[in-house]
């Protein structure tokens, strides 16, 4: 799946942040990270055909505003369990993960597909949500548009000498059209 990072390279620190941010890049050295604590890494993507790609998720830790914007972060965290999540407006996705001192636990969110949806937000690589509704609603759109044109071309080629083969058309195009629509959304691209 492509992806797209903050295009700025700028700071992900969010305005109000409650914690230290510093870059994070995984195949770098292992942060410095102060004594009773550990580190939060958050990689937030969206897909490039988001319709939500200006929106910018916001990331906080416990309740409170961590980093905002797409990238990789470190949130610098005391030991323990924490609450992450994942929101604009309301909360969107959350987990409850335990930090170790010293330890760096990676998290990834996914923007969804959809302007409104959720996304997705876990540990390891995390796929879009949101894309195969939208392949399984243009699949039924092309196959009912050629249904109905199937059926309305039904009378001209059965009074005419039109060859039978003909009738095949419609129907195997709207299954071809309908298995690339669905490969293309389900297709997967890192």
């Given at each position: 799946?492509?992806?797209?990072?903050?295009?700025?390279?700028?700071?992900?620190?969010?305005?109000?942040?409650?914690?230290?941010?510093?870059?994070?890049?995984?195949?770098?050295?292992?942060?410095?990270?102060?004594?009773?604590?550990?580190?939060?890494?958050?990689?937030?993507?969206?897909?490039?055909?988001?319709?939500?790609?200006?929106?910018?998720?916001?990331?906080?830790?416990?309740?409170?505003?961590?980093?905002?914007?797409?990238?990789?972060?470190?949130?610098?965290?005391?030991?323990?369990?924490?609450?992450?999540?994942?929101?604009?407006?309301?909360?969107?996705?959350?987990?409850?993960?335990?930090?170790?001192?010293?330890?760096?636990?990676?998290?990834?969110?996914?923007?969804?597909y959809e302007a409104f949806g959720a996304g997705a937000l876990g540990?390891?690589?995390?796929?879009?949500s949101g894309r195969m509704p939208i392949a399984a609603a243009l699949?039924?759109?092309?196959?009912?548009?050629?249904?109905?044109?199937?059926?309305?071309?039904?009378?001209?080629?059965?009074?005419?000498?039109?060859?039978?083969?003909?009738?095949?058309?419609?129907?195997?195009?709207?299954?071809?059209?309908?298995?690339?629509?669905?490969?293309?959304?389900?297709?997967?691209?890192?």
């Open positions: 799946m492509t992806q797209v990072d903050d295009p700025s390279g700028g700071d992900l620190t969010h305005p109000q942040g409650a914690y230290q941010i510093e870059r994070y890049d995984p195949a770098g050295p292992p942060p410095q990270l102060p004594p009773g604590h550990g580190g939060i890494a958050v990689h937030t993507w969206c897909p490039p055909q988001s319709a939500r790609f200006t929106l910018a998720p916001m990331v906080g830790v416990d309740g409170r505003p961590a980093t905002y914007g797409f990238g990789r972060a470190l949130i610098v965290v005391p030991v323990g369990e924490r609450l992450v999540e994942v929101q604009y407006v309301s909360p969107l996705r959350s987990t409850l993960i335990t930090v170790s001192e010293g330890e760096v636990v990676p998290l990834e969110y996914a923007a969804s540990r390891g690589e995390q796929r879009p699949t039924f759109s092309l196959v009912l548009g050629l249904g109905a044109a199937y059926l309305g071309f039904l009378p001209f080629l059965l009074v005419d000498d039109a060859p039978t083969a003909l009738l095949l058309v419609p129907p195997v195009l709207g299954i071809v059209v309908g298995i690339l629509v669905f490969r293309r959304g389900t297709r997967r691209r890192r």
